[in-house]
């Protein structure tokens, strides 16, 4: 079964631009979360979508956003690009079966952002 | 908000000896887990604790959840050139049913041959 995947995998932009990421989960998985990853940082959630809605968000400016299709696609956007915001994008798909969160992350290679 | 803190950010190993993170919740957690990145790669689930005090292992891989619910730790024993990586571990806040999985810093791994 095909694994998560994220495109593009790699963009350039310039600060004060906007940029969507895209995101396939397993399919059935019906729970998508995306994730920043930074040298240093670790990994940062940002939010994650269940059925079209959004169940939790991070602590990230207004800025990012993001959505969920009804084939459990997802997309995420970054408004007015900062030279901080460059970073390894991650998403991640879960079985997420009813309203629980349930079992293991599958992520995809993810999308590397450069703002220059 | 609910924190996740990994130690050490970094250990160097001479090939054969053994390696512990550990890894602290501000908040009680009803589960961790516990994945591996590959330098390069994304990361890969290795685990997943619910019990208090549970004790799992993977071949040279142990994994431990605390009686408390707030902390773990992953031991490799006798490492290996193929354990190189980031260990990170992942929690979800006890009462919580929804996928707000905090990650850890990490633990990066070199092994020298």
């Known amino acids: 079964k095909a694994g998560v995947t994220q495109t593009p995998r790699y963009l350039i932009k310039t600060r004060g631009q906007q940029v969507t990421l895209s995101c396939s989960p397993i399919?059935?998985?019906?729970?998508v979360s995306w994730y920043q990853q930074t040298p240093g940082q670790g990994l940062q959630f940002l939010f994650e979508?269940?059925?079209?809605?959004?169940?939790n968000k991070g602590n990230f400016p207004g800025r990012f956003s993001g959505r969920q299709f009804s084939n459990s696609r997802s997309e995420m956007n970054v408004s007015t690009l900062e030279l901080g915001d460059s970073a390894l994008y991650l998403c991640?798909?879960?079985?997420?079966?009813?309203?629980?969160?349930?079992?293991?992350?599958?992520f995809g290679e993810g999308s590397r952002l450069t703002v220059l | 908000g609910q924190q996740v803190m990994q130690i050490p950010q970094y250990q160097h190993v001479q090939e054969g000896e053994d390696f512990t993170t550990y890894c602290n919740s501000s908040t009680t957690l009803s589960n961790i887990q516990w994945y591996k990145q590959r330098p390069g790669g994304h990361p890969v689930f290795l685990i997943q604790?619910?019990?208090?005090?549970e004790v799992k292992k993977q071949k040279r891989l142990t994994f431990q959840f605390g009686e408390a619910k707030k902390n773990s730790s992953l031991h490799i024993t006798a490492t290996q050139t193929t354990d190189v990586g980031t260990y990170f571990c992942?929690?979800?806040?006890?009462?919580?049913?929804?996928?707000?999985?905090?990650f850890g810093q990490g633990t990066t791994l070199q092994v020298k041959p």
């Open positions: 604790l619910v019990k208090s005090g």
């Open positions: 991640a798909s879960s079985l997420g079966q009813g309203t629980e969160f349930t079992g293991e992350l599958f």
């Open positions: 399919s059935g998985h019906r729970s």
């Open positions: 992942a929690g979800l806040s006890e009462g919580s049913n929804t996928g707000k999985l905090i």
């Open positions: 979508y269940f059925s079209e809605t959004q169940r």
